[in-house]
């Protein structure tokens, strides 16, 4: 009775790949991040705004920032906002970093780097983000997308693990920058956790869901929490790459 409990309790457990397949067996080379991905996530995905519509497909007034747990000095910075002056400092890319990027309507295109690096660049923006599996990169970070360790999310089963499994993303080491593009800021310490869940439906279609928390002891009260979703395409259509912008 006690082993089929413990057998049940371990198929209902998540382990990450990387501990999975490390038990394959010693001497053995480790199959690397691509080779045992649970899901794939490549390819063009474009952006479907099923959340904060008017915070994300028009820019906000000065001064609009519901929903997000500012602190009071937050609140003042974002009350601050001069969109003209980051145009004249050259930082109209600060609503792009990695906290971000991904609210940003556009496509995605996703691809593997090498083995251990997953790639995914942005049009809108022009941004490429680098995840990295495995030790952390010897890479300063400081800018907009900062450092972004990644590690596959997969559930045990008898006979290893069930295909379908996701992603968790945990970035740091960022350039303050803005979590809306009306001038609501996020500080260099924030740390971005995020998990990429891919859904595959009946019909044919694939979804690609983002669920981003952003945590900021200096500018958040609580984590801020956003759900994200964009659709797979056949193709590149629509791919066009736009520079950011400030307002």
Not at 41 to 65: C, H, I, N, Q
Not at 68 to 94: F, H, S
Not at 182 to 211: C, F, H, M, Q
Request: glycine share 8%.
């Amino acid at each position: 009775m006690r082993k089929t409990r413990i057998a049940a309790l371990a198929l209902m457990l998540g382990f990450s790949a990387a501990g999975l397949y490390a038990q394959a067996g010693r001497g053995a080379a480790s199959p690397t991040p691509k080779a045992v991905s649970p899901s794939d996530f490549t390819g063009y995905w474009v952006s479907v705004v099923t959340e904060d519509w008017l915070y994300r497909m028009v820019t906000p007034a000065k001064g609009d920032y519901a929903s997000v747990p500012l602190t009071a000095e937050a609140r003042k910075v974002a009350d601050a906002w001069d969109p003209a002056k980051d145009e004249a400092e050259g930082n109209q890319c600060k609503a792009y970093g990695a906290p971000a990027i991904m609210r940003i309507p556009g496509r995605l295109h996703i691809t593997w780097q090498d083995d251990f690096n997953l790639k995914i660049e942005t049009d809108s923006g022009r941004q490429t983000r680098l995840l990295h599996f495995g030790a952390t990169p010897a890479v300063q970070g400081a800018d907009w997308q900062g450092v972004s360790i990644a590690e596959w999310e997969v559930v045990a089963g008898a006979r290893g693990p069930l295909p379908g499994g996701g992603l968790k993303i945990v970035t740091t080491k960022m350039k303050p920058g803005y979590l809306r593009k009306n001038g609501v800021p996020y500080s260099t310490n924030a740390v971005v956790t995020e998990y990429y869940d891919r859904v595959n439906e009946p019909n044919g279609d694939s979804w690609l869901i983002v669920k981003t928390i952003v945590e900021d002891p200096q500018y958040l009260t609580q984590p801020f929490i956003t759900s994200t979703h964009f659709k797979k395409q056949a193709d590149a259509s629509g791919w066009n790459p736009t520079p950011c912008t400030a307002r």
